[in-house]
């Protein structure tokens, strides 16, 4: 069911690729057309055919859309957004898929044009591989999308947008930017810091005896790094705050183990047990 | 190709059962038997055909067997090694399966008769799962398996073992307690404790936006908290210390995030990144 005329993806790695040929599957607009700043991108996605049209040229890109969505490291988003907000056709709605929301909404708006509507989405779908090669048309079945309420939130951009995502497969819910940065903060930047830290303290050791367990823990600290740079750059008074209460933890299993304190430990082991089955 | 008469199995869940099914597909023993403590696991192993025969007694299970391997918790394996020692038939060896192995191999060592050879094995397979429900007759295929030398290894049985484990499809190595406790401490132990700390930062979370990322770091904190506790309390001063290490990696990024660090959390997340894609 189309629910724009013409909507266009900016980045054309794992998330707006899926996107183009989940909106193409869908058929929930009359076009879509992919913009990249890499040639050879855009010649793949030509190839695919996961997208109508695609361009290396951001003005010509957005012209004349009704949706724009911004799929690229959070401070490129900031950067991209001011650049095509004077090429927006009026009435057309202007979104992200960026991992923090503050910093990104709080930017934009401050250069909003009137008639353009800017919301921020977060589609909770994503993996440690990255590019084209990776996309996938169900990724973001079942997943949730958080939608952002901000100062100039617009009612019906931000229902257009409810029911895209919807089409989608995803569960959206519409929460506050300060709540979408804690939640995001604790579920998904403090696990990539563990994992990132784990990676490191392990450095020099014999990593070939590395089994399941390893390997599982470890898996999101082969992301993208400047990716991972900007998100945690834009949310890091709460990722901060999450490591310390993360190391908070670590210390009662620690403190327990050189006390020797048998029971203890088996309360912390079942408590995890009971938060990690309850997912 | 047959290496053994009669094989004694005692502990008939994830890693007893699919020990049970590996020895039999590959025809190693002549005769398989299965050890359980509950009734019902013993019906169930028959039912499914992967021993012989199985019993509840344990001198009866053990008597006249070629080759015991003790599956259970750590602490668990002691106890139970200690009750079948003197039943065991001249130039029976002896072994286990347990995660930590300095405490193990010392205390068995301790009180072993003559003419009975112990030696500690790890073979590096698992899951969070647990149960005869879960069994795989490749879970060993392709996977390491430790083999310690300590004050008693006796040679001929050392190469028994290594051939019977590599038969099952594993890498072998021989290493000294300490050397596999440290190793296994900081690969195996420690995202454990990572993982069930995370899971407890995030009891008063927003859990059902926990995404991909969040579920596979802690994936491993579902694991049994007995059996945990015993590698914990087994291992203790080996895990403190690299608890220790990852508060240390994790404090770097909180202070980068602290100092709004850029180029430094960029210098970690790279780095983090070349260690797990090395793998």
Redesign the interface.
């Known amino acids: 069911m189309k629910l724009f005329n013409r909507v266009t993806i900016i980045g054309l790695g794992l998330i707006g690729g899926s996107l183009a040929i989940a909106i193409k599957k869908k058929k929930l607009a009359g076009e879509v057309v992919g913009v990249s700043r890499r040639k050879t991108t855009i010649d793949r996605a030509r190839t695919l055919g996961i997208v109508d049209s695609a361009t290396l040229d951001l003005k010509k890109g957005v012209k004349d859309s009704d949706l724009v969505i911004l799929t690229a490291p959070v401070l490129k988003i900031i950067d991209i957004a001011k650049k095509i907000l004077p090429c927006l056709k009026k009435g057309a709605i202007l979104t992200d898929a960026g991992s923090t929301k503050e910093v990104i909404v709080k930017s934009v708006e401050g250069c909003l044009p009137a008639g353009i509507s800017f919301l921020g989405s977060h589609p909770?779908?994503?993996?440690e591989r990255s590019g084209l090669d990776h996309i996938d048309k169900d990724l973001f079945k079942g997943?949730?999308c958080?939608l952002t309420r901000a100062g100039k939130t617009n009612k019906a951009a931000l229902s257009k947008l409810k029911r895209f995502w919807g089409k989608l497969g995803m569960k959206v819910e519409v929460m506050s930017l300060k709540k979408h940065d804690k939640?995001?903060s604790?579920?998904?930047h403090?696990?990539?810091?563990?994992?990132?830290?784990?990676?490191?303290?392990?450095?020099k050791?014999?990593?070939?005896?590395?089994?399941?367990?390893?390997?599982?823990?470890?898996?999101?600290?082969?992301?993208k790094?400047?990716l991972?740079?900007d998100i945690?750059?834009t949310n890091?008074?709460n990722?901060?705050k999450?490591?310390?209460?993360?190391?908070?933890?670590?210390?009662?299993?620690?403190k327990?183990?050189?006390r020797?304190n048998?029971a203890e430990?088996?309360r912390?082991?079942?408590?995890?047990?009971k938060?990690?089955?309850?997912?």
């Open positions: 909770l779908a994503g993996s997943a949730h958080i939640a995001l604790a579920l998904s403090l696990p990539h810091a563990a994992s990132v830290a784990l990676s490191n303290a392990c450095a050791k014999d990593l070939r005896l590395a089994a399941g367990g390893f390997k599982d823990t470890t898996r999101i600290a082969s992301g790094p400047e991972w740079r945690f750059i890091r008074k990722i901060a999450d490591i310390d209460a993360l190391k908070k933890e670590l210390t009662k299993i620690e327990a183990l050189e020797n048998s430990l088996l912390l082991l079942r408590k995890a047990k938060i990690r089955d309850s997912i």
